[in-house]
């Protein structure tokens, strides 16, 4: 069936590093990826999305390229900050259904640790 | 305030008791998600509504069951609680885009605690 899988954290930085974190996704059809990020006490907020291979979301300072041949979504930001302490969540779309509204699919999560 | 209202925010109850969770879609959403987040198991689909009626339907178990109301708020009743029911639950409601892609907005969660 459709799944993602993340590399498992937790990941410890230090502030300015270079963050990646991995994402992979098994599918059929072509599913829409995303990324969501949850701050301790909150819901998931989507932090960015791309809906057909070689697109590339990007927001905060976040980026990830929809890369069909290696079905991967890998989330990279150049310089993180004590306040991207998070859990990051990876999903597809599933596209078992069609006509949009189609449940997400998420990864286990990657807890980030910034450290001053 | 992500527009999706979840009440209540924290529920402590007793092993074989019933609970309802109730969600408030963002405005002009018609889609309704339910999700469970534990720590052994991460995020799960539980269930889906669109518009009223059932659409998806995930890892949800016989003793939980949900309905999406004509107002389009819906609500999640779990019942005979177990421990492993402690979690938290998130509700989630959704637009697509004109690119297509279907964009979950999930609100804030109610963290269930069964003793």
């Known amino acids: 069936g459709n799944s993602v899988t993340q590399m498992e954290g937790p990941v410890t930085l230090s502030e300015e590093a270079f963050l990646t974190i991995n994402c992979t996704y098994t599918a059929t059809g072509y599913p829409s990826l995303f990324w969501y990020v949850q701050y301790p006490g909150e819901g998931l907020q989507l932090l960015l999305k791309?809906?057909?291979?070689?697109d590339k979301g990007s927001n905060k300072g976040f980026e990830a390229t929809y890369r069909k041949e290696t079905t991967s979504f890998h989330l990279e930001k150049g310089s993180v900050q004590v306040s991207d302490s998070a859990v990051y969540f990876c999903?597809?779309?599933?596209?078992?259904?069609?006509?949009?509204?189609?449940?997400?699919?998420f990864g286990a999560g990657t807890r980030l640790a910034v450290h001053p | 305030d992500s527009g999706v209202t979840q009440t209540p925010k924290h529920l402590i109850t007793a092993t074989g008791q019933r609970v309802t969770l109730r969600c408030s879609p963002r405005?002009?959403?018609?889609?309704v998600y339910w999700y469970q987040q534990s720590l052994d198991q991460g995020l799960q689909f539980l269930i889906q509504?669109?518009?009223?009626?059932?659409?998806a339907k995930g890892n949800i178990l016989e003793r939980f069951s949900a309905q999406q109301f004509p107002d389009l708020h819906s609500e999640l009743n779990l019942s005979s609680l177990e421990l492993g029911d402690s979690a938290l639950y998130f509700c989630a409601s959704s637009v697509v885009l004109d690119s297509g892609a279907n964009v979950l907005t999930f609100g804030a969660g109610s963290r269930l605690t069964v003793l």
């Open positions: 509504y669109y518009n009223g009626e059932e659409r």
């Open positions: 791309a809906t057909k291979a070689d």
């Open positions: 999903a597809l779309s599933d596209p078992q259904f069609s006509g949009g509204y189609n449940k997400l699919i």
């Open positions: 405005s002009g959403d018609l889609s």
